[in-house]
């Protein structure tokens, strides 16, 4: 029998644009000083999305209904909702929306009961937003994707903790429903071959998969020495199914707590102070505090900006392949600052979505790309 690897998300609480540059009207879009840092706003000249676009979240669940993100949400148009049928015969039972592989049933939305873990049950949320939040609604923040579809795949509970099997299920499921990228914002230990498999396949289906590389207190642990999976997983194979992302913060330096890693770090991403959507419910006092909130840290928060990177490539030029993505995203990256075993262990360096852009057609020639 295959032991199960038990995955944990990571997370800490730590407490002028260019001319040209598309400027949207959200709210709190002041206070999100890493979409400017990746040049978001440069690459939204070039575009803003596309709903043709499907990142799958395997995470907590999120929050459906959330107003800065209900338009972005992932439909399963060939399942009729609640009618307790299969009706697209793809083995789930009214996945509208996506799946819970925690409570094997269609509602992929965060568990509040009681015990809870507050930053577990919103951290879907926030990778949602930092994903995909709808853009220049006057509301709350921005999205780096203005226009995509965020399919919710619940694969860790409300204490933020899950296994390799449900991780599998998941990737599968993104699969075969049409996902381009996945977001996987959690770390684990050991290596179980089934969860492994499910990698290998999205990536050869031509998803580009990313993950956060951890978190370690006072400094970062070397996943070179010490893995971390599934950002590890595809080393040393014929080819890297994963981005392994680390995180930086305001002047473009290790974030103190990020891993680090010269084969299963790809790239950084900011990682520090960030503000996202938050999971609301009215009834619990912990998430009836507003739609939004800041100084959300962790390398569970670069990653989903890589992710979002990744997905406005594809919305530009949907047939680019995953290498290609990561390659684009590792030559065009900024220098980051990093020291002591860290140095030259944080990916290619700082994310920089509007160079990606530029340098992306090398590689794909002759791609058609949207309009």
């Known amino acids: 029998m295959l032991k199960k690897t038990f995955f944990f998300f990571f997370l800490f609480f730590l407490g002028v644009l260019p001319v040209h540059a598309l400027v949207p009207n959200d709210s709190l879009f002041s206070q999100q000083w890493y979409l400017e840092t ?8 070039i575009t803003t999305g596309s709903d043709d676009v499907i990142v799958a979240i395997l995470d907590t669940g999120f929050d459906l209904d959330h107003p800065d993100l209900v338009s972005n949400v992932w439909t399963n148009l060939s399942e009729i909702p609640n009618d307790n049928i299969d009706n697209d015969k793809n083995g789930f039972v009214d996945d509208v929306y996506g799946y819970d592989f925690v409570d094997q049933d269609a509602d992929p939305v965060p568990d509040v009961q009681d015990p809870i ?10 990778i949602a937003g930092i994903i995909g939040a709808t853009t220049s609604n006057e509301l709350g923040v921005a999205g780096i994707n203005w226009h995509v579809k965020l399919m919710s795949v619940r694969i860790l509970d409300k204490e933020g903790i899950g296994d390799s099997s449900a991780a599998a299920e998941g990737i599968s499921y993104a699969v075969d429903n049409g996902a381009d990228v996945i977001n996987l914002s959690f770390t684990g230990l050991q290596i179980d071959p089934i969860f492994k498999n499910a990698l290998k396949r999205a990536y050869e289906a031509g998803v580009v998969i990313v993950a956060a590389v951890g978190n370690t207190k006072n400094g970062g642990t070397n996943v070179d020495v010490s893995p971390i999976y599934p950002a590890c997983h595809g080393e040393n194979e014929a080819e890297d199914w994963v981005i392994g992302v680390a995180a930086s913060d305001q002047q473009d330096q290790k974030s103190d707590f990020s891993n680090y890693g010269a084969l299963c770090t790809d790239v950084s991403a900011p990682g520090e102070a960030i503000v996202s959507t938050l999971y609301q419910d009215l009834t619990i006092r912990a998430f009836a505090l ?21 997905a406005l490539l594809k919305a530009h030029y949907p047939t680019i392949l995953p290498e290609d993505v990561e390659t684009i995203l590792r030559l065009s990256a900024d220098p ?8 030259g262990k944080v990916g290619a360096g700082r994310l920089n979505i509007a160079k990606a852009f530029e340098l992306t057609p090398s590689f794909v020639g002759s791609i058609p790309i949207t309009s």
């Open 38 to 45: 990746i040049h978001a706003p440069d690459a939204w000249n």
């Open 117 to 126: 873990d507050e930053g577990a049950v919103s951290h879907g949320t926030m």
């Open 290 to 310: 507003g739609y939004d909130q800041d100084g959300w840290s962790g390398t569970s928060l670069a990653a989903p900006m890589v992710a979002g990177a990744a």
């Open 336 to 343: 980051v600052t990093a020291t002591g075993d860290a140095l």
